[in-house]
T-cell receptor
Framework: QKEVEQDPGPLSVPEGAIVSLNCTYS??????FMWYRQYSRKGPELLMY????GNKEDGRFTAQVDKSSKYISLFIRDSQPSDSATYLC??????????FGTGTRLQVTL | DVKVTQSSRYLVKRTGEKVFLECVQD?????MFWYRQDPGLGLRLIYF???????EKGDIPEGYSVSREKKERFSLILESASTNQTSMYLC???????????FGPGTRLTVL
């Protein structure tokens, strides 16, 4: 079993839709949860960073962590074509290393 | 803003060549990382460094070495490039051990 599982997609939604992206993880020692966005042929850029269970909101983006279920989510409201990218979840423990999901490719269509 | 730069965006090398990939960060970060990214496999950690002249193996160090002579610079070396090292290589840095990592733009390496 992989430490972090993420559906690769692709996920295609119409503009304005609410998008839900998810990851599950197996190691209960993980404490830090991040979402990165990666445009084609670019490096990943940090989108959201959370520590502990609960929700964190930033504009149209909401990150949700459920440590009891080992499940994290990223919601995108009012999705735009510019949101079309690959979204990577990344999870860390007390050491410096992060474990990444394989990424979900999102396409927002006009 | 944190800036992580990588020496080349695209690189084409021949099998057996020695390849150097350079990464520079301008935020005085202690920790630096090298990953490779392949379709369906995600990001895999090759090596990381907590300080100057210090290095630790990641999950897939075979065929690679690293050098960190200055705090801002972390180099990845392919001693004898092979075709299975064709990949996207990403460098990242972070100030604290368990903090978010900031990535460079990546180097797409093709080994023929």
């Amino acid at each position: 079993q992989k430490e972090v599982e993420q559906d690769p997609g692709p996920l295609s939604v119409p503009e304005g839709a609410i998008v839900s992206l998810n990851c599950t993880y197996s190691n209960s020692a993980f404490q830090y949860f991040m979402w990165y966005r990666q445009y084609s042929r670019k490096g990943p850029e940090l989108l959201m960073y959370t520590y502990s269970s609960g929700n964190k909101e930033d504009g149209r983006f909401t990150a949700q962590v459920d440590k009891s279920s080992k499940y994290i989510s990223l919601f995108i409201r009012d999705s735009q074509p510019s949101d079309s990218a690959t979204y990577l979840c990344a999870i860390g423990g007390t050491a410096s290393k992060l474990t990444f999901g394989t990424g979900t490719r999102l396409q927002v269509t006009l | 803003d944190v800036k992580v730069t990588q020496s080349s965006r695209y690189l084409v090398k021949r099998t057996g060549e020695k390849v150097f990939l350079e990464c520079v960060q301008d935020m005085d970060h202690e920790n630096m990382f090298w990953y490779r990214q392949d379709p369906g496999l995600g990001l895999r950690l090759i090596y990381f460094s907590y300080d100057v002249k210090m290095k630790e193996k990641g999950d897939i160090p075979e065929g690679y070495s690293v050098s960190r002579e200055k705090k801002e610079r972390f180099s990845l070396i392919l001693e004898s490039a092979s075709t299975n090292q064709t990949s996207m290589y990403l460098c990242a840095s972070t100030v604290h051990r368990a903090n978010e990592q900031f990535f460079g733009p990546g180097t797409r390496l093709t080994v023929l």
